[in-house]
């Protein structure tokens, strides 16, 4: 068996038990990409769910009653900034979801997100609260 044919029959083992984490992670490494590109794409991910809770934001506003363009929005928030919470975890990335959790009134899933946000690589944000 070739190294082609063994990485396809692991992509799909993975995708079958449902191991994104670690379908990801064999990913880049099939791919070769380097640290500061994974960062870099788990940012432009960020960057783009942020986008999509401004629109959303920008439209509630317009109206009082959430539109479907409004729940797609945030769909797309929370989708983008899952993506890039897979990829490398951030504050910014938990908050920018969070947010877009609390505009589709899914507040337990909403205030997971902050805290996980406060203990993001094992360390504690004090000033975030204080």
């Known amino acids: 068996m070739d190294s082609t044919s063994k990485s396809e ?3 799909a083992q993975l995708i079958q038990e449902g191991n994104d984490e670690q ?4 990913i880049f490494a099939l791919i070769d990409l380097d640290q500061g590109k994974i960062q870099e794409r788990a940012d432009l991910l960020t960057q783009l769910g942020e986008r999509y809770v401004v629109l959303a934001a920008s439209q509630s506003l317009k109206s009082d009653q959430a539109s479907e363009l409004t729940k797609s929005w945030c769909k ?5 900034c899952s993506s890039a919470i897979k990829l490398i975890p951030t504050r910014r990335s938990y908050l920018c979801r969070a947010l877009a959790y609390f505009m589709q009134n899914q507040d337990e899933e909403a205030l997971a997100d902050c805290e996980c946000a406060l203990r993001v690589n094992g360390e504690r944000n004090t000033e975030v609260i204080s």
């Open 23 to 26: 379908l990801v992670r064999l």
């Open 9 to 11: 029959e692991m992509i």
């Open 76 to 80: 797309e928030a929370i989708d983008s």
